[in-house]
Structures are given as structure tokens and as C-alpha cells.
């Protein structure tokens, strides 16, 4: 969808993190099918840190398609969309590193808390960039706000349910609650499909007072 409308050139880290979600996806299950499990895990952790830089790169571009309207971004956003980000970082940090799941081992221990840091630190970084443009007045286009709010919602769900693995740990019916978030992002597909599939109305012009 993103390729037949031509939109991935305004969204072009989305585009990436959607392919390589995708061709990732496929390797695993060829991995767990035909491979080692110990080459799956491997493959698994290792792509972890590629998506989670992916996530924070389609923050970044989230933001600068709202805080920078005119081309450029706005005088002091910036400056504020870094500082509450930075916040949410370091809160996202201490809370990862408070947290001591129930019988598994330290390197299992170590996955959970790494998990919950990143998807605490997209859902901050999502809220921080809403907060900037709220407290700036500035408007969000209906692709930008569909982008946002699915990435925010799937961070919420993920960030929930590594909460509650920390603290269960190794506890039995975890899997359910994972595959509840492997579900929402199943549902934030669809919605950014359908929202990208819809035209989006013509931006307003920018005011000279808004401009200024």
C-alpha cells in the first residue's frame, strides 16, 4: 500500500521498519522450521535491537513531519520534544532496571528487562511528541495521527505485558498475554492499512501568525 500510493516517500523509516518486520517474520519461521532453535534465539535477540532502533527512527520522523510543518522544525520544539524525551528515557531506564522477574535466569532476567525498557521508551517518546505539539498548538495530519496513535497504543500493550512477565517471571499463561500483543499489532496493520489506503484531505495553509 505504502509503495502503490507513494507514500512511502513521505515515511520512509515506516516503510523500512514495515519490511523488515516482514522479511524478519518469514526468516524465523524458516529458522524454527528447518534450523536450530539455537540459531532462532540468536537471530531473535539480535533483531530486537534493529527494530527498537527502527521504532525510535519512526519517532523521530513522526516528529519531524509535525513539529517541523514549514520544512523545518520549529523554533524550540526541538528542544522540547529532546527534553521530555530524554525524561521518558531515563524513567523508562530506572523502572527496566528496578525490576527482578521470578525464576529465570539472569540472562532470561536481562531479555525481560530489556524488552520492557523499549517498549517503555517508544510509548514515552510517542506521549512526549504529542505533548510538544499540544503545548506548540500545532496540528497533526490524519496520516501522521493514524502513524502515532497505532504506534502508541501496540508500545502500551507491549510495555503492559512486559510489566506483568516481570513480575510473574517464569510463570505458567504468560504466552496468552503475549499473544494478546502480537494481536494488537496484527490490529495496528490493518489500521495503518486502511488509513493509508484513504485519501488524506488537503493540509490547511499555515497563518502568518502560526508561521511566525
Known sequence: MLFRSGRWRAFPVFTVLIAF???LTIALYLLYKYASHTWYAHIYWSADVVDFCLQL???AEIARIVLGPTGSWIRDAR???LLFGGIGIGVAALLALGVSPPGLKAKEAW???G???TSLVTCELVVALGFSAARLGLGWRNHVIALAQGLGVWAMVAAFADGIQ???GAAEGFGTLDHVRELVYLAALAYWTIQFYLREPARQPISPEMRK
Do not use: C
Open 111 to 113: 531479555e525481560v528487562r
Open 21 to 23: 518486520d516482514t522479511a
Open 57 to 59: 527512527a519512526l519517532v
Open 79 to 81: 528542544k522540547q520534544f
Open 115 to 117: 524488552s520492557l525498557f
Open 166 to 168: 516481570s513480575y510473574v
